[in-house]
């Protein structure tokens, strides 16, 4: 009878630590997931308010950030110096890459081959936003115009939760 009661104290133990480790996962989740929406919904409120046609791009602007290291709100800020987020752009090129001569199939692809060339293309791996920023264009006006832009979408890189 003791050992069954040991072995039911051990069990029950167990099952409430892998509860508890579940639970902090889902928290984990829950928090990271309104993190994401709050950027989402700030980027969202910016692009509106430029009157920018890549609002619809959002989620596309986060989710290649994300997955390229790279300071959520480069991408969006270049593209809204650039052609007035989308406004006067050609070709689906809405960064002016390739001084506006690069044409991509659409506003999605030209998002990720820019943000995959900005964290791995030799001008700018391994810099840091100011350089890859001075690497991208080296007109000092631009990289204070730039920096206002993001700093107008959000103060930092990091959102408060709240």
Request: with cysteine.
């Amino acid at each position: 009878m003791r050992r069954f009661l040991q072995s039911t104290v051990v069990l029950c133990a167990g099952v409430l630590g892998i509860a508890t480790a579940s639970v902090k996962n889902e928290q984990d989740v829950a928090k990271h997931q309104k993190k994401s929406d709050l950027r989402e919904t700030i980027l969202r409120k910016f692009l509106q308010a430029h009157k920018c046609p890549d609002e619809a791009y959002t989620g596309m602007f986060l989710a290649e950030a994300d997955t390229h290291g790279l300071d959520w709100r480069l991408l969006p800020s270049i593209a809204i110096l650039e052609s007035g987020g989308g406004q006067t752009s050609k070709g689906n090129n809405i960064f002016g890459w390739a001084n506006g001569k690069k044409h991509f199939t659409s506003i999605g692809e030209s998002i990720h081959h820019v943000a995959s060339a900005m964290a791995h293309a030799r001008p700018y791996s391994g810099k840091d936003l100011n350089g890859k920023i001075k690497a991208y264009n080296q007109f000092p006006d631009y990289r204070i115009q730039l920096l206002a832009l993001m700093h107008q979408l959000a103060p930092s890189v990091a959102v408060a939760a709240d």
